[in-house]
Nanobody
Framework: QVQLQESGPGLVKPSQTLSLTCTVS??????????WSWIRQPPGKGLEWMGV???????YYSPPLKSRTSISRDTSKNQFSLQLSSVTPEDTAVYYC???????????WGQGTQVTVSS
């Protein structure tokens, strides 16, 4: 059973960089055809896909966020990370890591982590 766990600061100041890490167990981030995403949900709004890092290390980002978003991975730790720069209060959301593709018979979600952008 694949399990994902987000970690990182719950409070970030405006203009700073938000950094989160997703630790994966029960599966490998290099499993062929697997895809590892970051998704967020601002208060009172729907889910927003931010970007993905595929099993081969290739990355794809949501166009509105592309200029501020970077997703990377550490295969030795079986982790992948999100960096979102120049944050504003509009980036306040619950942030989720997500896995699908070749990693298993279904998709998998982390429990989510609340990040608040405030001075």
């Amino acid at each position: 059973q694949v399990q994902l766990q987000e970690s990182g600061p719950g409070l970030v100041k405006p203009s700073q960089t938000l950094s989160l890490t997703c630790t994966v167990s029960g599966g490998s981030i290099t499993t062929s055809y697997s895809a590892w995403s970051w998704i967020r949900q601002p208060p009172g709004k729907g889910l927003e896909w931010m970007g993905v890092i595929a099993y081969d290390g290739s990355t794809y980002y949501s166009p509105p966020l592309k200029s501020r978003t970077s997703i990377s991975r550490d295969t030795s730790k079986n982790q992948f990370s999100l960096q979102l720069s120049s944050v504003t209060p509009e980036d306040t959301a619950v942030y989720y890591c997500h896995a699908d593709g070749g990693v298993g018979p279904k998709d998998y979600w982390g429990q989510g982590t609340q990040v608040t952008v405030s001075s």
